[in-house]
C-alpha cells in the first residue's frame, strides 16, 4: 500500500542552497509541491522512514516536520486546478 506523505521543512541557515533537497524530493515517483517549503509524497515508505531520509539532505539546526495524510480529510484555497488535482488524485 502506499502511503501520502507530506514534508514541510524550515532550512534555518540564511541563503541556505535548497536544490540537495528539492532533488531528493523529485526522485519520489509522484510529488506535488503545493506552498513552498510543503511537499505531498506518493510512497511505500512510512512517515518515519522518509523523515529519516529526509533528514539526510538538510543541515542539524534545520527543522522538519513529517506527516501520513493518507486517505484523510483535506481543505485547500487557490491552488490551482493541477494541485488540485493531485491531491483529490493521490491523498
Do not use: C
Request: glycine share 4%.
Amino acid at each position: 500500500m502506499e502511503n501520502t506523505i507530506l514534508v514541510s521543512y524550515d532550512l534555518m541557515a540564511p541563503g541556505k542552497d535548497y536544490s540537495k533537497l528539492i532533488g531528493f524530493l523529485k526522485t519520489f515517483s509522484y510529488w506535488a509541491k503545493p506552498l513552498e517549503s510543503v511537499w505531498l509524497l506518493k510512497t511505500a515508505y512510512s512517515a518515519e522512514q522518509v523523515r529519516n531520509s529526509v533528514q539526510n539532505h538538510v543541515d542539524k539546526n534545520d527543522k522538519l516536520v513529517v506527516i501520513d495524510v493518507t486517505k484523510k480529510p483535506a481543505a485547500w484555497y487557490n491552488l490551482g486546478e493541477t494541485l488540485s488535482n493531485w491531491i483529490n488524485n493521490y491523498l
